[in-house]
């Protein structure tokens, strides 16, 4: 796929310039002639699983309702007004994740996911915003898309939805089957289904800082090293017993002072924390492991390729993948970056690689993360 026709004839350094983070951009045929990757029976039948994030919403009169998956039963397709929405449907399904791919000119490390909305006539979500950019490529049938770059985002207290209370459409496009519509975050949109519909919304990974900041003192909690334990030979008597001494918390607050942290430490931190794959991810080990001699035969004939569910990362000397990372000599460097880049390494390139290298290589193919062949 052709990064300009995706992006509508710009390349994606004038994009990220003109439009990321800034305004929307309506592409027709981003991707022409585009056809849904999975039906809605298959949607339907990924939503009943346990380690698949889904929801179902519906507005049938006048309420409003959402409901958690795994679903086990939808309304009828000929029922109007509700909605089904899969996340991560590119961890489970091959074509999904090769349409992720194609937008890998953002960074990695702010690419989050492909969630497919299906939605019969007149469903959809409400009025609402994103914290987050978002591609949204139109896969089947129609949807008409409202948005606003209003500053009011206020949202009707008591719903199950993040509904906007006020909102007031400024533009209108009615999108078909290989449309997409970029939305930066903030930006409120509302869609609606004409027809049986199917919309896949690429988004992307905004943690807020009080998150982040709260991962990171949690990391640090088992790197700190405070010597010693506290003592007050100097103690003296006082008239009130209860209060806490100006010279406990000055001694206390110094020992605190004390700690430090690196860019080495953000870093490291940084690459297990967005490496980390979500909590209802699971990695399937191969049915029976080749041996590590085995597993070295087979890799130069055959190459290996990273699991759909892996995250890979690099920064440095530090490789981080699924949550766990480690430090890479200078050799190693350039395969291991091939591989977290190409999310592939060819067999002549594994051949290459360091004893230690071909253990981890190993190793992960034990645990599911990566495979035996190119895909």
């Known amino acids: 796929m052709n990064k300009l026709t995706l992006l509508g004839g710009i390349t994606p350094q004038r994009f990220l310039r003109e439009y990321w983070h800034k305004k929307p951009l309506l592409i027709r045929q981003a991707i022409p002639g585009f056809k ?3 039906t809605r029976e298959q949607l339907a039948e990924l939503a009943t699983h346990d380690d698949v994030e889904s929801r179902l919403i519906s507005h049938f009169g006048a309420h409003w309702e959402m409901r958690h998956g795994p679903i086990a039963e939808l ?10 929405l899969v996340q991560g449907v590119n961890l489970h399904h091959d074509a999904a994740d090769a349409l992720m791919q194609q937008f890998r000119f953002i960074p990695d490390a702010r690419l989050d996911d492909l969630m497919i909305s299906y939605a019969t006539d007149t469903g959809g ?62 930006y409120a949109h509302d869609g609606v289904a004409v027809g049986e519909c199917m919309t896949y919304s690429v988004g992307f990974r905004a943690p807020s800082y009080q998150e982040i900041g709260e991962s990171f003192l949690q990391f640090m909690a088992d790197s700190i090293e405070l010597p010693g334990r506290y003592a007050d030979p100097d103690l003296s008597s006082g008239r009130h017993p209860a209060e806490i001494s100006s010279a ?23 690459g297990e924390y967005l490496s980390e794959p979500k909590p209802n991810v699971f990695f399937a080990a191969p049915a029976k492991s080749l041996s590590l001699k085995r597993f070295a035969e087979a890799s130069i004939r055959q190459g290996v390729s990273l699991s759909r569910k ?3 990362l690099y920064r440095g000397k530090y490789v981080f993948i699924n949550g766990e990372s480690f430090t890479v000599k200078r050799e190693d460097k350039s395969s291991l970056a091939a591989l977290a880049n190409d999310r592939r390494l060819e067999g002549k390139l594994v051949g290459g690689v360091s004893g230690d290298v071909l253990e981890a290589l190993h190793t992960w193919y034990e645990d599911g993360w990566l495979q035996l062949g190119q895909k």
Do not use: C
């Not at 309304?75 to 089904?84: E, L, R, V």
């Not at 129609?142 to 533009?171: C, T």
């Open 125 to 186: 979500v409400g009025p609402h915003f994103d914290s987050y950019d978002v591609f949204l490529l139109q896969a089947f049938g129609e949807r008409r898309w409202r948005v606003s770059a209003q500053k009011d985002l206020s949202l009707i207290e008591g719903m199950p939805l993040k509904i906007l209370k006020n909102f007031h459409a400024e533009q209108e496009f009615v999108l078909e089957p290989g449309d997409m519509l970029y939305l930066p975050p903030h």
């Open 75 to 84: 309304p009828p397709y000929g029922k109007n007004g509700w909605t089904m």
């Open 310 to 312: 892996t995250r890979m």
């Open 248 to 270: 406990m918390l000055e001694r206390v607050a110094s020992e605190i002072a004390r700690i430090r942290f690196t860019k080495d430490d953000i870093a490291i931190f940084l």
């Open 36 to 38: 849904p990757l999975l």
